[in-house]
């Protein structure tokens, strides 16, 4: 439980006024309750003449402290007063009319403040609910992209959609019944108090070994909630991956045994929510046998007590006080069953805060430096890995303002990971990058990747119009800065082709484009930022020749007057390149302009010869 106020005092606050507007309520409806029923019992009494006590009217003395003493005999005792005199003067059948007439005036007022109690929680449990997904969203997009290598993806969308569910439908909606239930046995508990405390004492000493035995079943449902959440996530993470490669699993016949892996981990699931089911189940008979027992006793002990000659307690007394032991019986079943469900929602919590407390390493500096290019980008010493194997191993390098930088070699050499540390996708653990003699480290995250213009390996579009995607990174671009880019990415003539122009929709990353449609699309991105820095990394996949002389165009284009890092899977495109450096297994084993390194005879040229065939 202690987690459980924790999660309160982390996410209520904002909400703290509906949160005392529902106590208030909630406190209303229960002393409305225990009035209801504290009234209608003397009435039946005398009535049905259970009780021939005749009554005398005692006037109340405001400044007599004597007769504050004695406020609740006063009361009642002219009360009964009241009512005698209701009956002897307009008989049994009207004193009952006015008590149904009591009965139903109350009830309308106890009803209305349980509605309004009910009203004010609403605004919290939704609000919560909200604010735990922006949280959750908003750390994924401040998280280094290291975060997610580890975690998988569909495992994160489960978090995002079924724990957050999970906490709105368990903690919420217990918050309810948690702020009612110990506000209704509270009220009640002192209704009981005021007619016997004897009675009231035994039966409080039978409650801890109640809430015991409900608590041990409780413990465990949290350890399975866990893991069925998990399984949960597995069970996410397989549908994102199918539907990411269902080309793939097409292709090589592979739907049998995708299917067959996902009813694996599907069944399990249902293993581990049946036995959560069936626990959670328990909690409605326990409680209801508990309760019984603990009302037999008391039947047993008050009988006994009232049987005695001189009991503090009357017949009606007793009646009384079980109805209000019974009423308690409900707000604590509802209790218990919340705390259950609590666990259940605690153990998602735990999951929801695996992202939200996860650190990030790439912050900014406190004493932020602004940075700008006027003369060069320098990498020195750089040594980087992502797990045990060291990917870059030692590499110096400077790439002047205005030059152009081109990195080649096999695949998995590490010319994608050079790139990306530079706008700080990852931080090296060795050697630095420096912006004109300013540590990368010591300027601001924004700053730094302002100045930077990226295209992508794999073109990374959104599910969005051909306007908004090359205006991604520019706030309030205009029409024509959007066709200008486009048409020196070479994409205006295809995008005015479509059905609604700049306004078409691309489809989900981009799946209704061409590859070189695709990358033409992230050139025009580039092209509208207009950063003094570029970052290419060339996609792989082959394009036709006219694709490719678009693309090639478009690129070259997009290059002019930039200092640029380019990775190069086809060495036509950096012919022209003022330095290329020839990567091998995280090293740079050759550097120099294409006629040099091709007098060299090595790496390079042989690459060259490759390609040409
Ligand atoms: N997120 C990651 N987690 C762990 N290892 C990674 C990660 N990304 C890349 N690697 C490893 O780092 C090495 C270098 O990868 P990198 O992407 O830099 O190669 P590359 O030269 O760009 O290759 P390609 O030409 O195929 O794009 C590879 O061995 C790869 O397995
Ligand atoms: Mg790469």
Request: hydrophobic residues 45%; aromatic residues 10%.
């Amino acid at each position: 439980m202690k987690d459980f106020f924790h999660l309160l005092k982390r996410f209520v606050p904002p909400y703290k006024n509906y949160l005392i507007l529902n106590i208030v309520m909630n406190f209303l409806s229960a002393l409305l309750t225990l009035a209801s029923f504290y009234v209608v019992m003397p009435m039946l009494n005398m009535l049905f003449e259970i009780e021939t006590v005749s009554y005398a009217y005692i006037p109340f003395d405001f400044f007599s402290g004597d007769s504050w003493a004695h406020l609740k005999d006063i009361l009642e005792n002219n009360f009964s007063y009241y009512i005698a005199q209701i009956i002897n003067t307009y008989g049994g059948s009207a004193a009952l009319l006015v008590m149904a007439l009591y009965l139903v005036i109350g009830t309308i007022f106890r009803t209305a403040s349980m509605y309004l109690s009910a009203y004010f929680m609403i605004p919290i449990r939704t609000g919560v609910v909200r604010d735990i997904r922006n949280r959750i969203n908003e750390k994924i997009l401040s998280l280094p992209l290291a975060f997610f290598s580890e975690e998988r993806k569909g495992d994160i969308l489960a978090r995002i959609s079924g724990d957050v569910n999970e906490i709105e439908a368990s903690v919420m909606s217990s918050l309810d019944m948690l702020f009612k239930n110990p506000i209704l046995i509270l009220v009640y508990l002192t209704g009981l108090f005021l007619i016997s405390w004897q009675l009231t004492v035994f039966a409080l000493l039978m409650l801890p070994i109640a809430g015991y035995i409900m608590g041990q079943i409780g413990k465990k449902l949290k350890k399975r909630s866990a893991e069925g959440q998990q399984q949960w996530g597995g069970l996410m993470s397989q549908i994102e991956e199918t539907l990411g490669g269902l080309r793939i699993i097409k292709a090589f016949n592979a739907e049998e045994k995708i299917a067959k892996r996902f009813q694996e981990t599907n069944e399990v699931f249902r293993k581990i929510t049946n036995r959560i089911f069936r626990r959670q189940q328990l909690a409605h008979p326990m409680s209801e046998l508990l309760g019984t027992i603990v009302i037999a006793i008391v039947l047993w002990y008050g009988g006994t007590l009232i049987l005695n000659e001189n009991s503090s307690i009357s017949g009606a007394g007793f009646i009384f006080y079980l109805t209000i032991f019974y009423m308690i019986i409900n707000p604590a079943k509802d209790l218990t069953k919340s705390v259950y469900s609590i666990q259940k929602g605690l153990a998602s919590m735990d999951r929801v805060d695996k992202i939200l407390k996860a650190e990030s390493d790439i912050i900014d500096p406190i004493h932020p430096i602004p940075i700008a290019l006027d003369k060069q980008i320098t990498y020195k010493d750089i040594r980087f890995r992502y797990k045990e194997h060291w990917v870059i191993k030692g590499i110096s390098l400077t790439i002047k303002k205005g030059q152009t930088v081109a990195l080649v070699g096999q695949s998995g050499s590490g010319k994608s990971t050079m790139a990306d540390l530079l706008p700080r996708f990852y931080d090296m653990q060795e050697g630095r990058i420096t912006i004109d003699g300013v540590d990368v480290r010591n300027t601001k995250v924004h700053d730094l990747r302002q100045l930077m213009g990226i295209v992508n390996q794999e073109a990374i579009l959104f599910n969005d119009t051909f306007f908004n995607n090359i205006a991604f990174g520019v706030k309030d671009a205009t029409t024509a800065q959007v066709e200008e880019a486009a048409r020196i990415a070479n994409a205006h003539e295809f995008i005015i082709a479509s059905e609604a122009g700049y306004d078409t929709n691309i489809g989900d990353r981009g799946c209704k484009l061409s590859g070189g449609q695709r990358q033409r699309i992230s050139i025009a991105r580039a092209v509208l930022k207009n950063p003094p820095v570029l970052i290419l990394d060339e996609a792989t996949s082959a394009l036709d020749t006219e694709s490719e002389r678009l693309v090639q165009d478009a690129l070259d284009r997009l290059m002019q007057n930039r200092t640029t890092l380019v990775i190069a899977h086809r060495l036509s495109t950096i012919r022209h390149a003022d330095l290329i450096c020839v990567m091998h297994e995280g090293e740079i084993v050759e550097r120099g302009s294409h006629e040099e390194l091709m007098a060299k005879n090595g790496y390079y040229s042989r690459l060259c010869e490759m390609q040409s065939f």
